[in-house]
């Protein structure tokens, strides 16, 4: 299982849309508490549209209630890190049962340093620009997360289009021919 993790998450359009990505991707979604909005904000009921009733996520009080329930291998996204998310190996994790989580800090500082620390080597930096900070964080999560699902073989994941069938392109391209 492919398993996001927001840590004091600050905004509430950036979550709704992590939400619609973690529903997409059939990722379970952890939330750390302090968020920076209530739950029923209608920003973020926007942001996440429909698919919030499709996803799997829970709400925990701290860090320290979320490490106890949850086990597996950890990375943590950062400006910090020293590895593009493609240079670790996450079909390793996956071959060995164990659930893989991705955390990605508060908007405004990022994870908390002392976790970062003891973790150097599970961080992650999504290389850019030397003058750049940081990127939005719902495109983080869609950044790292899709490397982890790629390299998995997109498990589970529609490889041609269902809701509106496979050949759809082509019966508007008959139609439009008539």
């Known amino acids: 299982m492919i ?7 600050e905004i509430p359009q950036n979550t709704g849309n992590i939400m619609r990505t973690c529903m997409a991707f059939g990722c379970r979604l952890h939330l750390i508490e302090p968020l920076g909005f209530y739950m029923d904000e209608k920003h973020l009921k926007r942001a996440g549209m429909d698919y919030v009733d499709d996803l799997d996520f829970t709400i925990y009080p701290n860090w320290t209630d979320f490490k106890t329930k949850n086990v597996g291998s950890f990375y943590y996204v950062t400006r910090y890190g020293s590895k593009a998310p493609s240079e670790f190996d996450y079909k390793k994790d996956a071959d060995a049962k164990q659930d893989i989580y991705v955390v990605f800090g508060k908007e405004s500082t990022g994870i908390d340093k002392e976790i970062l620390y003891q973790n150097l080597d599970r961080c992650i930096r999504i290389p850019m620009v030397e003058n750049a900070r940081s990127l939005n964080l719902s495109n983080c999560v869609a950044l790292c997360i899709y490397e982890v699902i790629d390299q998995l073989g997109y498990p589970g994941l529609a490889r041609e289009e269902v ?16």
Request: hydrophobic residues 35%; charged residues 25%; glycine residues 8%.
């Open 3 to 9: 398993n996001v993790v927001l840590y004091e998450p």
């Open 163 to 178: 809701i509106k069938g496979p050949d759809f392109l082509a019966q508007v391209h008959e139609r439009g021919q008539k």
